[in-house]
């Protein structure tokens, strides 16, 4: 998500694999979106940069910061480079060493510290939510209280798949 209103409305408006989503302003005018997926899982984009997302069990399983991809694999946190190569696209997986992994980590424990603080100070605003914001604010609070600090490593990126009924 950009600081762009525009890009904000787009994704309230268009995604769709976060149902339960909203947005809020900050005190430093920051937006930030967060979004759960039907089971539980969460994303948060704080402006376009950094994101991260966390699978239902509030383990980190992906997250974008400085303009990089990040995964997991194993526990750990690996970072994403795309390779073009014979005309397809590849991405390779680099580990993170315990110092580079601790400093994303901090990177998402000072973004949601400035959202919790906001909480707790009544100086955030939402901008809109895709559920009525009284049970959406709940929902978040709630979420923010039960999230380990530092949040766990997830073993996979991936969600599994949502069994059609």
């Known amino acids: 998500m950009a600081r762009e209103p525009q890009d904000r409305e787009d994704l309230l408006a268009e995604a769709s ?3 339960v989503r909203g947005a809020l302003r900050l005190p430093d005018d920051w937006e930030v979106v967060v979004g759960f997926r039907d089971d539980g899982s969460a994303s948060w984009f704080f402006a376009a940069d950094p994101v991260f997302q966390f699978d239902p069990q509030f383990q980190l399983r992906r997250a974008y ?21 014979t005309g397809r696209i590849h991405l390779t997986k680099h580990p993170l060493d315990r110092q580079q992994s601790d400093q994303l980590l901090d ?9 919790r603080t906001a909480f707790e100070n009544k100086t955030h605003r939402w901008e809109g939510a895709s559920v009525p914001i009284d049970a959406f604010e709940h ?27």
């Open 17 to 19: 694999g976060l149902p």
């Open 107 to 115: 990177r998402w424990k000072q973004n949601i510290h400035q959202v």
């Open 65 to 85: 910061c400085d303009g990089i991809r990040y995964a997991v694999a194993g526990g750990q946190i690996v970072r994403l480079e795309q390779l073009a190569s």
């Open 139 to 165: 929902k978040v609070m709630q979420w923010i209280s039960d999230v380990p600090s530092p949040p766990p490593i997830a073993k996979v990126s991936r969600l599994p798949r949502r069994r059609s009924s």
